[in-house]
């Protein structure tokens, strides 16, 4: 145990080290020497003590983030594709990480820090319907750090950047007042990247029951991410749930859901409550711009073409519709069912959600969207 403790660290200092952070052979006997003093099995011991050895200055925490979630909570990260979107130092950690760990496959992670062993490297494909309670305990880390990718979007702000796009000129002029007014230095801007607005409807029908303790804790670990999050269930109607998760105990938060949705386990009536959030909620401007997620088998106990209908309308106003079904991850799965059929059309990536590895597929799909794509 204390050999992989050893192994992670020092290839935890060689990635962060690639993404431009100084850690030397110092720092990360320090950051050894602090895990000594912690329990390795709570994360957040985990996360201070390395973050106190191996951060020297508050601008590389943003960067110390991404890698510690993608290194030791195998949170997918966004592909090394350069876009005008993403940050340089996101495309870093993408590109350092999947040379370092080889895409976090195979590696063995070892018992400590409870993240990322043999046993969970089996959970990640296993279907969450087959999940016994203590195995949902030991993925929910997992959930809640994969639940944290955010879709972005360009901000009207600009920040200093030396590859940007445009001249910052106050900057140009107050640097060349040091050299008699010529602009020697030309410092550059660039659109900040800030999360986009993200909206998940999920079905908590009782066709869908397997899967709600999963769906839960992902939909209490996104609107936890931060502010621009919003959380509904429905089944025959349609319930807000943002409230709701908003506690940090994800089994109190699945408690008050229960509570707060009366037709949990009921039947299915996707395109009225589809309907009901356009009417109420997209005249309040929430589907605009935003991502929206839909989590659903596509039963529909009532009028297919409502769904068809009310899909266009949600296409329309969001960036992008991602529809999540489970039953995907059966391999003979075809979307036979009537309100999956009248929805694909609306869909701009069609997903399964029935275990880790399709949640860390759904996650990097989240991450890198950037405009609308054919499903």
């Known amino acids: 145990m204390a050999d992989a403790v050893v192994r992670h660290v020092v290839t935890f200092g060689r990635v962060l080290r690639e993404v431009g952070l100084e850690v030397g052979p110092g720092r990360v006997a320090d950051a050894l020497r602090g895990l000594d003093v912690v329990d390795l099995t709570r994360q957040e011991d985990v996360y201070f003590a390395l ?22 909570l195998r949170a997918p990260v966004v592909p090394p594709v350069r876009t005008r979107e993403l940050p340089v130092e996101q495309q870093k950690v993408g590109e350092s990480l999947s040379d ?51 879709p972005l979007r360009a901000s009207r702000r600009r920040r200093p950047d030396p590859r940007g796009d445009r001249l910052d ?6 640097a060349s007042l040091r050299t008699g007014g010529d602009p020697v230095d030309r410092p550059y801007r660039v659109r900040k990247s800030v999360p986009r607005k993200l909206v998940v409807l999920c079905d908590v029908s009782g066709s869908m029951d397997a899967y709600a303790r999963a769906l839960v804790l992902f939909l209490h670990a996104a609107v936890g991410s931060g502010p621009g999050v919003e959380a509904f269930a429905f089944g025959t109607r349609l319930s807000r749930l943002t409230p709701e998760l908003g506690t940090r105990d994800p089994e109190s938060a699945l408690e008050k859901c229960t509570e707060a949705v009366t037709d949990w386990g009921s039947g299915t009536r996707i395109g009225a409550s589809l309907k009901e959030f356009n ?12 991502v929206i997620v839909i989590v659903s088998d596509g039963w529909e106990r009532q009028d297919p073409e409502l769904v068809g209908r009310e899909m266009a309308r949600l296409a329309r106003a969001a960036y992008a519709v991602v529809w999540v079904n489970p039953l995907m991850g059966n391999p ?10 009248a929805a694909l059309p609306f869909i701009d990536r069609f997903l399964s959600g029935h275990n880790l590895r399709s949640l860390e597929e759904l996650a990097a799909v989240l991450a890198g969207i950037e405009r609308r794509h054919a499903a």
């Open 100 to 150: 370092a760990s080889g895409g976090g496959e195979d590696e063995e992670m070892g018992d400590p820090l409870e993240l990322g062993a043999s046993g969970h490297e089996l959970l990640r494909d296993k279907d969450f319907a087959e999940m016994t309670p203590d195995e949902y305990r030991r993925v929910r880390r997992l959930i809640a750090a994969i639940a944290g990718s955010r």
């Open 169 to 174: 000129m106050r900057r140009l002029i107050r």
């Open 332 to 341: 003979e799965y075809q979307p036979l069912a009537g309100g999956m059929r």
């Open 279 to 290: 009417d109420l909620y997209g005249k309040r401007a929430l589907s605009r711009g935003a």
């Open 51 to 72: 973050r106190q050895t191996l951060v020297a200055r508050h601008d590389e925490l943003d960067l110390f983030d991404r890698a510690f979630n993608a290194w030791f």
